[in-house]
């Protein structure tokens, strides 16, 4: 199906371990982004990229690795994982920087 | 600093009453701000882009309008199906990245 899809939906790590979210994108959007969302405080931009082989740092990027070696696929690595990385992460996608953002159904994340 | 602050952080209505969502927002050069609706487990859909004061957009039973320091989201009749976390957005010059209010849980009971 067309569309950004991302996995797992919930995932339970423990403290220290690396754990990769996958995202992915059927519509060939040059810029996808990852972000994660915590009570209180919105989605924050954890980082994004511009095209394949292009990435940049967001607000909160610390503890937190990605590529791009395809256009359709952003995955997101915690490199060792924390208890304060427990966060509910989405991935979106934008044909056009500053236009439209599509966001993935999101990957709830647990650090115990 | 750019920033963007929404609220109330939570409204309960009745069906059919009406009412009103506040976005303000501080930022350097203003390219753009953006609504969308958040329903729970799922991820942000978009609603609107306004990009300057005095613009306005509808949809449905959903207005957003826009001055140089705030948006607002009209909900005109609001039925249970209009439930869900409002999520307002701006695209500043200086960050040309989204930056997110915390959003507002609106709950509208038959």
């Known amino acids: 199906d067309a569309g950004i899809t991302q996995s797992p939906r919930y995932k339970i790590t423990e403290t220290g371990r690396q754990v990769t979210l996958m995202c992915h994108q059927t519509?060939?959007?040059?810029?996808m982004f990852w972000y994660r969302q915590d009570l209180g405080h919105g989605l924050r931009l954890i980082y994004y990229?511009?095209?394949?082989?292009?990435?940049d740092k967001g607000e909160v990027p610390d503890g937190y690795v990605v590529s791009r070696s395809k256009t359709e696929n952003f995955p997101l690595t915690l490199e060792s994982a924390t208890r304060s990385q427990t966060s509910v992460y989405f991935c979106?996608?934008?044909?056009?920087?500053?236009?439209?953002?599509?966001f993935g159904q999101g990957t709830r994340l647990t650090v115990v | 600093e750019d920033q963007v602050t929404q609220s109330p952080e939570a409204l309960r209505l009745q069906e059919g009453e009406s009412s009103s969502l506040n976005c303000s927002y501080t930022?350097?050069?203003?390219?753009?701000l953006f609504w969308y609706r958040q329903d729970p487990g799922k991820g942000p859909e978009f609603l609107f882009t306004?990009?300057?004061a005095g613009e306005e957009k509808e949809k449905e039973r959903l207005k957003a309008t826009l001055t140089k320091k705030e948006s607002f989201l009209h909900i005109t009749a609001p039925k249970p199906e209009d439930s869900a976390t409002y999520l307002c957005?701006?695209?500043?010059?200086?960050?040309?990245?989204?930056?997110f209010g915390a959003g507002t849980r609106l709950a509208v009971h038959p």
């Open positions: 979106a996608s934008e044909y056009r920087e500053g236009t439209e953002a599509f």
């Open positions: 519509w060939s959007h040059s810029y």
């Open positions: 990229s511009a095209a394949a082989d292009i990435t």
């Open positions: 930022v350097s050069g203003l390219r753009g």
């Open positions: 306004l990009y300057s």
């Open positions: 957005a701006v695209l500043s010059g200086g960050y040309n990245k989204l930056i």
